[in-house]
């Protein structure tokens, strides 16, 4: 038989336990605006200074201020972390594009490029590489980390030979948001704006106004996508992706486009109009998903395409 004191000290434990859990379920919360806030910044960089010093703690919020940020390029979306703007107060616009053909080849596996004019290119910015054979999934998006005269190191390795013969070239597009391999975020009150008229193309297999690649349990809600010169919403090879009540619409490929393998992919209470393909495009290998109460119409091709 258990003595007081060793029940006491049992509940003891037990409420510490709680306390800790209840403790740590508070996460930090921060603000970013262009004119006051905790990080102060109208771009890509003030945005990226608060999304990683949140994960770097394990996690929070990032509250987005109203005004328009400058994207030089992604803003790369962190595991737990959570985005909230003020609705159409908050815009993400896209920089002005240029791109060049290369001078050199550049080899699978190589992190450096060199354009023919390097006019533009700058550490910091994202960019695009790819030849007129290395489309889809061999084209690479990476950020610019340094240079050397005319020569540009990338933080990732070519994922195809891209040939001066077949046309190599490097420009800066990217996904305004971007999240590779994270899990448990979230989108939220956003307008994304790709500045389509002034910039280059990029495929949805790479890209998009928000585009994620082999993400889980990723929420977009009441987000606007529009003027992107490629994809308004791209994931692929995610699974659990939910977008709810967001518009995606005048961009120049699809609106949504749940991508290759992912699975249960959920999209709910969405428009998709005006955009020069399909309204919502299902690849390959994509599985018992959830598509309701949307309104696609005036696309460029089809309302709906099962791949």
Request: with cysteine.
């Amino acid at each position: 038989m258990l003595g007081k004191g060793y029940v006491y000290m049992i509940i003891t434990l037990l409420m510490t336990t709680m306390i800790g859990e209840s403790s740590m379920a508070e996460r930090i919360k921060i603000t970013v605006g262009a004119e006051k806030g905790d990080i102060v910044g109208s771009d890509n960089r003030a945005l990226q200074s608060a999304v990683d010093y949140v994960a770097g703690l394990g996690g929070g919020t990032v509250n987005i201020g109203a005004g328009i940020y400058l994207m030089k390029d992604s803003l790369h979306l962190r595991s737990n972390v959570t985005l909230i703007g003020q609705g159409e107060k908050t815009i993400l616009r896209k920089s002005d594009g240029f791109r060049s053909v290369l001078a050199t080849d550049g080899d699978y596996g190589q992190e450096e490029i060199t354009p023919a004019d390097p006019s533009g290119f700058e550490i910091g910015i994202g960019v695009t590489i790819a030849d007129n054979s290395s489309g889809g999934f061999h084209t690479t998006v990476a950020t610019i980390i340094a240079q050397d005269g005319d020569n540009f190191v990338i933080n990732k390795p070519l994922n195809a030979d891209c040939m001066v013969a077949r046309g190599a070239y490097v420009q800066n597009t990217f996904p305004i948001i971007s999240g590779y391999y994270i899990e448990n975020s979230r989108i939220e009150n956003i307008v994304i704006e790709g500045n389509k008229d002034k910039n280059e193309y990029l495929n949805g297999c790479r890209g998009a106004g928000i585009f994620l690649y082999r993400a889980k349990n990723i929420l977009m809600k009441s987000c606007i996508i529009r003027e992107y010169n490629g994809d308004g919403i791209s994931f692929q090879q995610s699974n659990d992706i939910v977008v709810e009540n967001c518009i995606s619409y005048n961009n120049s490929s699809l609106g949504f486009h749940p991508g290759s393998g992912s699975q249960r992919p959920i999209i709910r209470n969405c428009y998709s109009y005006n955009n020069g393909s399909d309204g919502l495009f299902l690849c390959w290998r994509v599985k018992n998903g959830l598509f309701e109460g949307n309104e696609i119409r005036n696309n460029g091709q089809f309302g709906i395409s099962i791949g």
